[in-house]
């Protein structure tokens, strides 16, 4: 089966560290771009990040730039997310996302993130 | 950044409705443009991309039109399970950027 699958988030206070994994399978992970996108509660679609297939080439949405960092394993077919220096505006479902031309054809079914103390 | 505005932010529809969703680019974006449904509790879910192209598996009730800052969804006769928030996606450059979302609710 073609999938995403998330996992990692949780609660964690303000300052704090997490790393967001998303394992891909039923496809060529090593093929595609992908990215992670957020979406606080209530609220709309807000991107976050992507990485190339090889990993060589990263973007940052201005309001993590610095403090997250995407990576891949394509032997693993696995994304990363690792976060650090988290904030309260952090708080969000994230979920990682295959691109095809910077659109969005396979999402997977998000992780939850909690900054609070 | 571009900004996408998307209207009507809410719309209150009966079965069997015809549904129209506008989404303004703050700049030409040429027909980069993707259309994504989201149910509650949900990920979002291809529709559209390139304006006008429909995803695969994807009901031909759904059509989308336009280009360079004008845009449209259109569900051509709303069906019970097309309740959901549609958010418009521009691909034209980065950041890539989405509408604020129309949710589309039972009359």
């Known amino acids: 089966e073609v999938q995403l699958v998330e996992s990692g988030g949780g609660l964690v206070q303000p300052g704090g560290s997490l790393r967001l994994s998303c394992a891909a399978s039923?496809?060529?992970?090593?093929?595609?771009?992908m990215h992670w996108v957020r979406q606080a509660p209530g609220k709309g679609l807000v991107w976050v990040s992507r990485?190339?297939?090889?990993?060589?080439?990263?973007t940052y949405a201005d309001s993590v730039r610095g403090r997250f960092t995407i990576s891949r394993d394509n032997a693993k077919n696995t994304l990363y997310l690792q976060m650090n220096s988290l904030r309260a505006e952090d708080t969000a479902v994230y979920f990682c996302a295959r691109a095809v031309s910077d659109y969005f054809d396979l999402w997977g079914q998000g992780t939850v993130v909690t900054v609070s103390s | 950044d571009i900004q996408m505005t998307q209207s009507p932010s809410t719309l209150s529809v009966s079965v069997g409705d015809r549904v129209t969703i506008t989404c303004r680019a703050s700049q030409s974006i040429s027909a980069w443009v993707a259309w994504y449904q989201q149910k509650p509790g949900k990920a979002p879910k291809l529709l559209i991309y390139r304006a006008s192209t429909l995803q695969s598996g994807v009901p031909s009730r759904f059509s989308g039109s336009g280009s360079g800052t004008e845009f449209t969804l259109t569900i051509s006769s709303l069906q019970p399970d097309d309740f959901a928030t549609y958010y418009c996606?521009?691909?034209?450059?980065?950041?890539?950027?989405f509408g604020g979302g129309t949710q589309v609710e039972i009359k």
């Open positions: 996606q521009q691909c034209h450059s980065y950041p890539v950027t």
């Open positions: 990485i190339q297939t090889d990993g060589s080439t990263t």
């Open positions: 039923g496809f060529t992970f090593s093929s595609h771009w």
